[in-house]
């Protein structure tokens, strides 16, 4: 069984600082893992994704993530929080299986807050 | 261009009613999904269609049922609804060639059950 925890439900930065958001897995094989951005009443947008192809992966908006085997890691950080960030972040994981069967199992999200 | 819609957005019923949600994906993808987010934001997965066949069916009461008349389109019929229905339903799809693949979401139907 797979599974992803999110540290902070809620974590709030000053707009210009960094933005982290932590998330750490638990996978019996070599993890798929995603980061979702959720704005208020839409859906689940596609940040970035790791395949194995590289630990440090660069998403959209300026985000990118570094998978970080030994500590079963794949954290989200942004150098520079912009207003528009403001939103709920999911961490995901698959086992990557094809033919349908690639599930992704929810972290249970964390609210970005940025402040002026 | 919308690459991955759902009808209706929102859903307001009555327990005990039938109602059905509709998907659509545009962007040539072999899988489709449901998943259930409720009022604490938590996304669970209920199904998945690869080609038109059910793969995935977590453990969702038999009311649900989805079907999938062609790859591009997956709908959700709810038989007798009930207050704890009530949640945000996405649908997305994927393309299954590959491992790992993304997957990506509709906007969502708020469905409410009073």
């Known amino acids: 069984a797979q599974s992803v925890t999110q540290l902070g439900s809620h974590v709030s930065v000053s707009e210009g600082a960094l933005v982290l958001l932590r998330c750490n897995y638990s996978?019996?094989?070599?993890?798929?893992l995603f980061w979702y951005v959720q704005y208020p009443n839409q859906g689940l947008q596609l940040l970035l994704k790791y395949t194995s192809a590289a630990t440090l992966v660069k998403g959209i908006n300026g985000f990118e993530a570094e998978f970080k085997k030994s500590e079963t890691s794949f954290h989200l950080t942004k150098p520079s929080a912009h207003m528009s960030d403001a939103a709920e972040y999911f961490c995901?994981?698959?086992?990557?299986?094809?033919?349908?069967?690639?599930?992704?199992?929810f972290g249970t999200g964390t609210q970005l807050k940025v402040e002026l | 261009d919308t690459a991955v819609s759902q009808t209706p957005k929102y859903l307001v019923t009555q327990m005990g009613n039938d109602k059905s949600i509709k998907c659509e994906q545009n962007l040539g993808h072999d899988t489709m999904y449901w998943y259930k987010q409720d009022s604490k934001k938590f996304l669970k997965i209920m199904f998945s269609y690869n080609n038109k066949e059910l793969i995935i069916n977590e453990t969702v009461p038999n009311r649900f049922s989805p079907k999938s008349p062609d790859k591009a389109h997956l709908n959700l019929h709810i038989n007798s609804l009930e207050l704890g229905d009530s949640a945000v339903y996405f649908c997305?799809?994927?393309?299954?060639?590959?491992?790992?693949?993304?997957?990506?979401f509709g906007p969502g139907t708020r469905l409410t059950v009073l």
């Open positions: 997305a799809s994927s393309q299954e060639a590959a491992a790992g693949p993304a997957q990506y």
């Open positions: 995901a994981v698959s086992d990557g299986l094809t033919g349908g069967g690639n599930k992704l199992t």
């Open positions: 996978s019996s094989v070599p993890p798929y």
